[in-house]
């Protein structure tokens, strides 16, 4: 687990290895921990993952959480020297007889490349699945050359971009829908959540690379897509993004909450927007008179997951993805993880999705106007309020 003391470990892929040992999903494991720094002091790194996993899992998941965390070790490891992390799993496939080996890069696109550089010469690629999140890069062309080093280390085959929006459980209610009768699609994403201390991240990112080129396109490919049966799945959802059309600045609207400025590992005159709202277009196929409108953004009024079909009646379907989520023993990660195991890839992004989805969003990406301010625990920034039309948006009128 390569960003082993970030936020993303602690906060969802230890709580989801949880949740799949709970479920019998995982057999015996190691979870090898490694970063540039070691926690400053290891036993208590230790109790706060035990914890944050304690307090994140459903009450009868909770016997799972022991047998998972004691399985926890740190190596430290950079791009430069990896053999005492390549040491550390020899040794735990050693004492595994045979088991598979998961790579998961957790880092900033700019690390990537040459930390790849690192898996390869020490050999930690042999054999390997490798997942990476996102973003993929940070354009087309930073996406172009990663995926060129994720090649020289592994075949596609072998890489899991990982969104977990896939992995959720409206997945199937998504897919099934149908052009027929629909006006207009609405994927809304606000978050209540600030930046949770990845200043530096976002200031690096910003939203439109972080949740827009991510996560509501990929929900847009879902409802698009006219197949939902493995790797035709993702050649479907390939045909989507192909089809898309460059998004423009004039049906785009960027955002920056009022405060944003202030936060630590933010510059003074940042103009990095923390909300993204624009409109989907498609050229071909069933669904190309059919805009799909989605914002998303932090620091918002809810924190929520709306698909909404408007239908030229006047009715309305709205998909909330997140309530999908309530009761199940597994969380998207969860699902996703357990897909990596497996050696199933249909839920994960392709190369090729990757790089159609920079084409389309890179003529807003550099947009010199400075974010329009909002309010945290609003809605957003005003010019965004026009940006479906007359009906403005489902989720602020609910």
Not at 177 to 201: H, I, Y
Not at 295 to 313: I, M, P
Not at 357 to 378: F, H
């Amino acid at each position: 687990m390569f960003g082993a003391t970030g936020d993303l470990f602690s906060r969802k892929l230890l709580p989801s290895l949880v949740r799949l040992h709970a479920d019998g999903g995982l057999g015996d494991l190691r979870v090898v921990g490694t970063g540039r720094h070691a926690p400053e002091d290891l036993d208590a790194w230790i109790c706060e993952l035990r914890d944050a996993a304690t307090e994140a899992v459903p009450e009868d998941a909770r016997g799972s959480v022991d047998a998972v965390v004691d399985r926890i070790t740190f190596v430290v490891s950079s791009a430069e020297d990896g053999d005492d992390l390549a040491r550390e799993v020899t040794e735990a496939e050693r004492e595994l007889d045979g088991a598979d080996r998961l790579l998961y890069l957790s880092v900033p696109p700019t690390a990537l490349e040459d930390l790849l550089g690192m898996i390869q010469r020490t050999g930690l690629s042999d054999r390997a699945r490798i997942v990476v999140e996102k973003p993929y890069g940070l354009d087309a062309e930073s996406g172009r050359s990663l995926d060129a080093a994720l090649h020289a280390v592994v075949d596609e085959d072998r890489v899991y971009r990982i969104d977990h929006f896939l992995g959720s459980a409206a997945i199937d209610d998504l897919a099934a829908q149908t052009s027929d009768g629909v006006q207009q699609v609405q994927v809304d994403v606000p978050e209540t959540l600030g930046l949770e201390g990845r200043a530096g991240f976002y200031e690096s990112t910003g939203c439109l690379r972080d949740m827009v080129v991510t996560h509501l396109a990929q929900l847009v490919g879902v409802v698009a897509a006219d197949d939902r049966d493995g790797e035709a799945w993702r050649d479907a959802r390939a045909e989507v993004f192909a089809a898309m059309m460059p998004l423009t600045d004039e049906e785009t609207v960027r955002g920056q909450y009022v405060g944003y400025r202030n936060e630590d590992d933010v510059d003074d005159g940042s103009t990095v927007e923390t909300y993204a709202a624009t409109i989907f277009r498609l050229r071909t196929g069933p669904w190309r008179d059919v805009p799909f409108v989605v914002r998303t953004g932090k620091n918002l009024a809810v924190g929520r997951t709306v698909v909404t079909l408007q239908h030229e009646d006047g009715s309305e379907l709205a998909i909330d993805v997140d309530a999908a989520e309530e009761g199940l023993a597994l969380d998207p990660y969860a699902r996703l993880l357990a897909d990596v195991a497996a050696g199933d890839p249909s839920r994960f992004v392709r190369g090729d999705h990757a790089a159609e989805l920079w084409r389309v969003v890179a003529s807003v990406l550099d947009d010199d106007r400075p974010p329009a301010p909002y309010e945290p625990g609003s809605w957003g920034p005003a010019e965004a309020d026009e940006l479906p039309g007359p009906g403005g948006w489902s989720l602020s009128r609910g």
